[in-house]
């Protein structure tokens, strides 16, 4: 067995980014290991990439009860001081010699609807058909967050839903919620990955970009989505 070692132990989105290069390791006969924060081993429940195997870090690679070194080592985190690049995340691609452009057909999760319902309905309060606006400010893996100072003073003229960190729900449990919401404004996050595979209702859909002053050098080109990037 051929062992593809992924370094990205964090960056929820980069994760979901990276799936068809992962995908592309375990097509060539590769078991892929990929060690992640132990607060993030959800992924293997929710990502649906067959013969990637989420770890916690430090993990010894092991067959046959013997510890080996993998055959393939890819520094996913680091690839952007590996490789000339303008976008840090295409710098993955580059460096791993795969085109990224169609990377969201590698990215597919499996959807947990009584806990969406849950959050929904018990944590959020939100009634069916409700009109409500999403509001995401963070950038950043919990706990390790920064918020977006001009979107503190974002007003709207219906319900507002603001992002919460729970520790009983993940990222993908928010799908009902984006899914369903009448406006989006949000800062561009994990979140973006997540919403170009739903079919969403919203009429606004305002993202902000993280840098100040505004930049789309890594996002600008990999959703599909009408959005309103917004250079603030």
Same mark, same amino acid.
């Given at each position: /067995?051929?062992?593809?070692? &992924?370094?990205?132990?964090?960056? &929820? ?9 992962? $995908? ?38 092991? %067959? ?12 996913? $985190?680091?690839?952007? $001081?590996?490789? $000339?690049?303008?976008? %840090? ?19 597919? #999760?499996?959807? @947990? ?20 606006? *999403? ?10 967050? +920064? ?6 003073? &974002?007003?709207? @003229? +219906? ?5 919460? *960190?729970? =520790?009983?729900?993940?990222?993908? =449990?928010?799908?009902? %919620? ?5 406006? +989006?404004? /949000?800062?561009?996050?994990? *979140?973006?990955?997540?919403? =170009? ?6 009429? %606004? ?17 990999? #959703?599909?989505?009408?959005? @309103?990037?917004?250079?603030?």
């Amino acid at each position: /067995m051929k062992i593809c070692y &992924i370094n990205q132990q964090i960056g &929820i989105g980069d994760v979901f980014f990276g799936q068809k290069i992962a $995908q592309h390791y375990v097509e060539q006969g590769y078991k892929v290991i990929w060690p992640v924060r132990e607060d993030l081993l959800w992924y293997n429940d929710y990502l649906d990439s067959p013969g990637v195997h989420f770890v916690g870090p430090g993990t010894k690679i092991h %067959v046959n009860d013997k510890e080996v070194q993998p055959d393939v080592y890819l520094d996913l $985190q680091n690839a952007d $001081q590996r490789v $000339q690049c303008t976008s %840090v995340l295409e710098a993955k691609y580059d460096y791993a010699g795969i085109d990224w452009k169609d990377w969201a057909d590698y990215f597919k #999760f499996k959807r @947990n609807k009584e806990k969406e319902d849950r959050l929904y309905y018990d944590v959020l309060g939100l009634k069916d058909d409700e009109e409500y606006a *999403f509001i995401n400010p963070y950038v950043g893996t919990p706990p390790n967050t +920064i918020i977006k100072e001009a979107m503190s003073n &974002i007003e709207v @003229n +219906i319900k507002r839903v603001d992002i919460q *960190f729970l =520790d009983d729900y993940n990222v993908l =449990d928010w799908c009902r %919620v984006l899914e369903d919401a009448t406006e +989006i404004h /949000m800062v561009d996050t994990c *979140f973006n990955y997540i919403y =170009d595979k739903l079919n969403p209702k919203a009429k %606004v859909k305002n993202l902000y970009s993280r840098f100040t002053p505004g930049s789309w050098h890594d996002v600008g080109k990999l #959703f599909k989505l009408d959005w @309103n990037y917004l250079d603030v």
